[in-house]
């Protein structure tokens, strides 16, 4: 299994294996789906003035694409940055692909002051081999925030309110075929593949980031 990525800045591109259920909270899309890929759209602050109905703004972009079908991301990241990973337990297959910003950093439990300026994200989509349920898809995503959560504790910066877990606009999508698979839990071979590929590229993204932004920009 493994999903082919293209850059086309500003777009990048995660063709998914084949047509499968995704589950995310993406603007477009959210919640369950049914995809053949997933997107990121690249964006400046001069793209995004308060004023804008973002919303509207995303549906013509996708639109004048061909890909109003597709989940997107929204990331000021530089697209070029993206980082991904792969995972392979016991036949179960694991690919993330993620794009990390951390200018507007938060530690859970606690809100920073932001001016709506200066914004960051984690994008980060997952694709599993494994036929899955909807509550196995469910129990995923948890386990794509813990491995974001660990290894952004373990690499990632302190900010004024202590260790970055997160960004205040983060956004996860999972893709895996339909099945029956009920679990999905720290003890199954599909959340250790999902585990293992999202940690690492997270831990990878963070420590690119802290070098290219010592001063937090």
């Given at each position: 299994m493994t999903a082919r990525v293209t850059l086309e800045r500003p777009w990048l591109e995660m063709r998914l294996?084949?047509?499968?259920?995704?589950?995310?909270?993406?603007?477009?899309?959210?919640?369950?789906?049914?995809?053949?890929?997933?997107?990121?759209?690249?964006?400046?602050?001069a793209d995004l003035p308060r004023e804008l109905d973002v919303d509207t703004w995303l549906a013509g972009e996708l639109t004048a694409k061909q890909a109003s079908d597709a989940p997107c991301f929204l990331t000021s990241r530089n697209i070029t940055r993206f980082v991904e990973a792969r995972a392979a337990v016991e036949g179960v297959e694991a690919h993330a692909v993620i794009t990390l910003g951390l200018s507007n950093a938060e530690r859970v439990g606690t809100r920073m002051a932001y001016d709506g300026d200066c914004w960051g994200t984690i994008n980060i989509a997952v694709e599993c081999s494994l036929r899955l349920s909807q509550p196995a898809m469910l129990e995923a995503m948890s386990i794509i925030t813990q491995a974001r959560t660990a290894a952004l504790v373990e690499h990632g910066p302190r900010i004024g309110t202590g260790q970055v877990t997160g960004t205040g606009t983060d956004c996860i999508a999972l893709a895996a075929p339909v099945g029956t698979e009920r679990f999905a839990g720290l003890h199954t071979p599909q959340a250790e593949a999902i585990g293992q590929a999202t940690y690492t590229a997270i831990s990878q993204a963070t420590q690119s980031w802290i070098e290219e932004n010592s001063h937090g920009t």
């Open positions: 294996t084949q047509p499968m259920q995704v589950l995310s909270w993406v603007l477009n899309r959210p919640g369950f789906i049914h995809a053949d890929r997933i997107l990121w759209r690249e964006v400046r602050n």
